[in-house]
């Protein structure tokens, strides 16, 4: 075969200018050269830019005949043919010949944009809710071409090319279409293989190469430190849950048990014989659902699983927001281990970040050349406190990325919900800033009016399109409405995290019991405000990292005190009103504070006073699950009455749980000193036989074994502005669940 001399060139159809900044990869509309035009002097022209080619051959597009040699008209391997007798334009193909290997291309310049207008329209109006079922990359076949699609938003680019390991990471070779109205960058590129590695090569307006950028919509990415993404074609999975979706979709959670178990799938279980290495997506599917379904939780809640650089963030600066972490496996597998859950009935929850990005030089900072995903004011575009930028809530476009991915997890992943991170860093412009570092809005206010209006958006939108789901707020502040209705003047969300309660009872919990007399508040003040939201009361990793203890660490006393006070403590939690949620480690009194870095320290089991708490919490969801007084009316003034709330000296507080009509009432008495009581009266409301349904310090939970018996009767003694009441055994630092059985034994006085 006769090669292009490498000096020389053929003249050319375009103009040297034209052909300079074409070759440099600075030319804004390659699509209008590169492929088949019309010939200036009529007729047709092909033109193909492969700078690694030595010789270009033009074949039929259907019968593989060759039609002609292309003409190098430039050193950097720009070719031409020019057919002048061709007016009609047809399908072809390219075998190109260097580095001795001859191979048959596709033209990806030969196929027309495959975009809808009506996906541009709204994406650009900032209500598009589906973008990652067209932008990012996506298998297609056109005219009978497998290849992939490749779609990405940079309005201010001068041009933008798809490079990875299928073109040398050369920038030539696929220069995008530019959609000038939408400032959206397309390009369908032929024989792109699944797991293909990409990124996208950006010149800003200024025409200055931009470090390389990982494309947002990425559905699979590189293993961390890498920072590719990777095509992924195949998107059909065979899941096998619509039963759960369906029961899902009737509702009802608020007056449903919810007993959720936060994990960190880096740190739950590691294989140290393996290298320290994580568990596969697979491999939890194995041990933490048997695990989680053993200790009857409800849902699992993950710590953020979108690809993130740096394990020391725990997920939450990621950069691929829809790409589930590769460290532990494929997205299928991803979807495996969810659709295990549900066949199994296990409710999964996902930690969402719209909050804020990551700084790093491949993620969405600067995407190209200008603030696109982050505000350009730093006043609202930094997070000073963990030096991350913040979306522009004000940027439809935006809305539409972050919209998507919120809808993304529930519709491709079948999550149950998304608990949103930082909702108090969204909603107040001076969060964690200095006077004169933050602009009050247009009315003057602190309030970040277009964050707000985004989480609104979000809310509304998801509970609309999948009635049943869970969206969850961590909200530290008073805000008011976080979980009303929007159009009750609320945000949205159906649960918010109680901060409050959680700061108030654990600096209780970790005052001596001598002194607790003079902080009883501390345990009380939470049912001041108990239904002014519907709310999670959360024990999450928050509480046991950065020299806060871990939840055993916090308890005072001797080692005997110190579990007995947790398993008190537990048993006063899952009593108290509002839906329940324990990071992994503390089901069992882990010793040490939690380490991203390695597995929980599941060799404390062996010891009994470990198991103990470990087996407490195991029975506190066995019988919060059962008794529906504990859950049914969490949101409902009507479902909680105080029967001792005053009883500071002793350190002692009894209340009851109603579950409305037909629902047997559940007394709950909590003893936080060391001190025994026997003959301790309490009021009751109904006559009859109180089953010890549970009693924190059973010998089976390391406890002392102090208690009543399995039973006390009424006597017909008024007490706590009670009609009857019961006399008992309060064991040290316990608590007590009891539930009305029946009047049948009768009442004595």
């Given at each position: 075969?006769?090669?292009?001399?490498?000096t020389?060139?053929a003249?050319?159809?375009?103009?040297?200018?034209?052909?300079?900044?074409?070759?440099?990869?600075?030319?804004?509309?390659?699509?209008?050269?590169?492929?088949?035009?019309?010939?200036?002097?009529?007729?047709l022209?092909?033109?193909?830019?492969?700078?690694w080619?030595?010789?270009?051959?033009?074949?039929?597009?259907?019968?593989?005949?060759?039609?002609?040699?292309?003409?190098?008209?430039h050193?950097?391997?720009?070719?031409?043919?020019?057919?002048?007798?061709?007016?009609?334009?047809f399908a072809?193909?390219?075998?190109?010949?260097?580095?001795?290997?001859?191979?048959?291309?596709?033209?990806?310049?030969?196929?027309?944009?495959c975009?809808?207008?009506?996906?541009?329209?709204?994406?650009?109006?900032?209500?598009?809710e589906?973008?990652?079922?067209?932008?990012?990359?996506?298998?297609?076949?056109?005219?009978?071409?497998?290849?992939?699609?490749?779609?990405?938003?940079?309005?201010a680019?001068?041009?933008?090319?798809?490079?990875?390991?299928?073109?040398?990471?050369?920038g030539?070779?696929?220069?995008?279409?530019k959609?000038?109205?939408?400032?959206?960058?397309?390009?369908?590129?032929?024989?792109?293989?699944?797991?293909?590695?990409?990124?996208?090569?950006?010149?800003?307006?200024?025409?200055h190469?931009?470090?390389?950028k990982?494309?947002?919509?990425?559905?699979s990415?590189?293993h961390?430190?890498?920072?590719?993404?990777r095509?992924?074609?195949?998107?059909?999975?065979?899941?096998?849950?619509?039963?759960?979706?369906?029961?899902?979709?009737?509702?009802?959670?608020?007056?449903?048990?919810?007993?959720?178990?936060?994990v960190?799938?880096?740190?739950?279980?590691?294989?140290?014989?393996e290298?320290?290495?994580y568990?596969?997506?697979?491999?939890?599917?194995?041990?933490l659902?048997?695990?989680?379904?053993?200790?009857?939780?409800?849902?699992?809640?993950?710590?953020?699983?979108?690809?993130?650089?740096?394990d020391?963030?725990?997920?939450?600066?990621?950069?691929?927001?829809?790409?589930?972490?590769?460290?532990?496996?494929?997205?299928?597998?991803?979807?495996?281990?969810?659709?295990?859950?549900?066949?199994?009935?296990?409710?999964?929850?996902?930690?969402?970040?719209?909050?804020?990005?990551?700084?790093?030089?491949?993620?969405?900072?600067?995407?190209?050349?200008?603030?696109?995903?982050?505000h350009?004011?730093?006043?609202?575009g930094?997070?000073?406190?963990?030096?991350?930028?913040?979306?522009?809530?004000?940027?439809?476009?935006?809305?539409?990325?972050?919209?998507?991915?919120?809808?993304?997890?529930?519709?491709?992943?079948?999550?149950?919900?998304?608990?949103?991170d930082?909702?108090?860093?969204m909603?107040?412009?001076?969060?964690?800033?200095?006077?004169?570092?933050?602009?009050?809005?247009?009315?003057?206010?602190?309030?970040?009016?277009?964050?707000?209006?985004?989480l609104?958006?979000?809310?509304t939108?998801l509970?609309?399109?999948?009635?049943?789901?869970?969206?969850i707020?961590?909200?530290?502040?008073?805000?008011?409405?976080?979980?009303?209705?929007?159009?009750?003047?609320?945000?949205?969300?159906?649960?918010?995290?109680?901060?409050?309660?959680?700061?108030?009872?654990l600096?209780?919990?970790?005052?001596?019991?001598?002194?607790?007399?003079?902080?009883?508040?501390?345990?009380?003040?939470?049912?001041?405000?108990?239904?002014?939201?519907?709310?999670?009361?959360?024990?999450?990793?928050?509480e046991?990292?950065?020299?806060?203890?871990?939840?055993?660490?916090?308890?005072?006393?001797?080692?005997?005190?110190?579990?007995?006070?947790?398993?008190?403590?537990?048993?006063?939690?899952?009593?108290?009103?509002?839906?329940?949620?324990?990071?992994?480690?503390?089901?069992?009194?882990?010793?040490?504070?939690w380490?991203?870095?390695?597995?929980?320290?599941?060799?404390?089991?062996?010891?009994?006073?470990h198991?103990?708490?470990?087996?407490?919490?195991?029975d506190?969801?066995?019988?919060?699950?059962?008794?529906?007084?504990?859950?049914?009316?969490?949101?409902?003034?009507?479902?909680?009455?105080?029967?001792?709330?005053?009883?500071?000296?002793?350190?002692i507080?009894?209340?009851?749980?109603?579950?409305?009509?037909?629902?047997?009432?559940v007394?709950?008495i909590?003893?936080?000193?060391?001190?025994?009581?026997?003959?301790?009266?309490?009021?009751v409301?109904?006559?009859?036989?109180?089953?010890?349904?549970?009693?924190?310090?059973?010998?089976?939970?390391?406890?002392?074994?102090q208690?009543?018996?399995?039973?006390?009767?009424?006597?017909?003694?008024?007490?706590?502005?009670q009609?009857?009441?019961l006399?008992?055994?309060?064991?040290?630092l316990?608590?007590?669940?009891?539930?009305?059985?029946?009047?049948?034994?009768?009442?004595?006085?």
């Open positions: 075969m006769t090669k292009q001399p490498a020389n060139p003249p050319a159809t375009l103009g040297p200018e034209t052909i300079a900044t074409l070759v440099a990869g600075h030319y804004d509309d390659v699509f209008g050269v590169l492929g088949m035009h019309d010939h200036p002097d009529g007729g022209v092909v033109r193909c830019l492969l700078p080619a030595e010789s270009v051959e033009l074949l039929d597009g259907k019968s593989g005949r060759k039609l002609g040699d292309l003409q190098k008209v050193k950097s391997g720009l070719y031409e043919l020019s057919f002048k007798r061709r007016r009609n334009r072809y193909r390219f075998r190109a010949t260097g580095w001795q290997a001859s191979v048959e291309l596709e033209d990806p310049y030969r196929f027309s944009s975009l809808a207008e009506s996906d541009l329209y709204l994406f650009n109006e900032g209500t598009q589906k973008t990652y079922r067209w932008m990012g990359s996506h298998a297609k076949c056109l005219d009978g071409v497998d290849g992939v699609h490749f779609v990405v938003w940079a309005p680019a001068r041009r933008v090319s798809v490079v990875g390991d299928f073109n040398g990471w050369d030539r070779q696929h220069m995008m279409r959609h000038p109205a939408a400032g959206v960058w397309d390009i369908f590129i032929p024989g792109v293989q699944d797991f293909a590695l990409y990124k996208y090569e950006i010149l800003d307006g200024d025409g190469l931009l470090p390389l990982a494309d947002p919509y990425a559905r990415m590189q961390p430190p890498e920072t590719a993404s095509v992924l074609k195949s998107e059909s999975f065979p899941w096998c849950d619509s039963e759960w979706l369906a029961c899902r979709e009737r509702g009802g959670q608020l007056q449903q048990p919810v007993s959720i178990y936060e960190n799938l880096a740190s739950w279980r590691r294989v140290p014989e290298g320290n290495r568990l596969s997506y697979a491999e939890l599917a194995d041990q659902i048997p695990y989680v379904l053993d200790m009857d939780f409800t849902h699992i809640q993950l710590m953020p699983v979108s690809e993130f650089p740096f020391g963030s725990w997920g939450y600066q990621p950069i691929g927001l829809y790409a589930p972490s590769i460290r532990f496996g494929t997205p299928d597998e991803f979807k495996g281990f969810i659709n295990q859950c549900h066949k199994r009935g296990l409710g999964v929850l996902l930690d969402w970040v719209p909050g804020h990005f990551p700084t790093d030089i491949h993620g969405l900072g600067r995407f190209d050349g200008t603030c696109l995903y982050e350009m004011d730093k006043r609202k930094f997070h000073p406190d963990w030096n991350t930028l913040i979306y522009n809530y004000g940027r439809r476009e935006v809305i539409s990325y972050l919209l998507s991915n919120a809808n993304f997890w529930i519709e491709e992943y079948h999550i149950d919900g998304l608990r949103v930082a909702v108090a860093s909603l107040y412009l001076d969060y964690s800033r200095e006077h004169g570092e933050w602009e009050p809005n247009e009315q003057g206010g602190r309030e970040n009016l277009e964050a707000i209006e985004f609104r958006t979000v809310n939108r509970y609309q399109s999948h009635p049943g789901i869970l969206m707020a961590e909200e530290s502040t008073a805000w008011p409405g976080v979980s009303k209705p929007v159009d009750q003047g609320g945000l949205g969300f159906g649960l918010k995290w109680n901060m409050g309660w959680m700061n108030d009872t600096r209780y919990m970790e005052r001596d019991p001598i002194y607790r007399q003079h902080h009883q508040n501390e345990m009380t003040f939470g049912i001041m405000y108990a239904w002014s939201e519907h709310f999670i009361l959360p024990l999450s990793h928050d046991v990292v950065h020299g806060k203890h871990s939840l055993i660490d916090k308890m005072p006393g001797d080692d005997w005190q110190k579990f007995a006070n947790l398993r008190a403590y537990l048993g006063f939690m899952w009593a108290h009103p509002g839906k329940k949620l324990l990071f992994m480690g503390g089901e069992f009194g882990q010793y040490h504070e380490n991203h870095d390695k597995s929980l320290d599941w060799h404390l089991l062996r010891e009994q006073k198991r103990g708490v470990q087996s407490l919490v195991r506190l969801n066995r019988t919060y699950r059962s008794l529906s007084a504990l859950y049914r009316l969490d949101s409902d003034p009507a479902g909680f009455q105080w029967l001792q709330l005053n009883n500071h000296q002793l350190s507080l009894a209340w009851i749980r109603w579950g409305g009509e037909s629902t047997p009432p007394v709950i909590s003893n936080f000193t060391p001190e025994t009581y026997r003959d301790y009266r309490a009021g409301p109904w006559p009859g036989r109180y089953i010890e349904r549970l009693n924190t310090d059973g010998c089976e939970y390391g406890g002392s074994g208690g009543n018996g399995g039973a006390v009767v009424t006597r017909d003694t008024p007490w706590d502005d009609p009857q009441s006399q008992l055994t309060l064991p040290p316990a608590t007590l669940v009891l539930e009305w059985q029946s009047p049948d034994t009768g009442s004595i006085s």
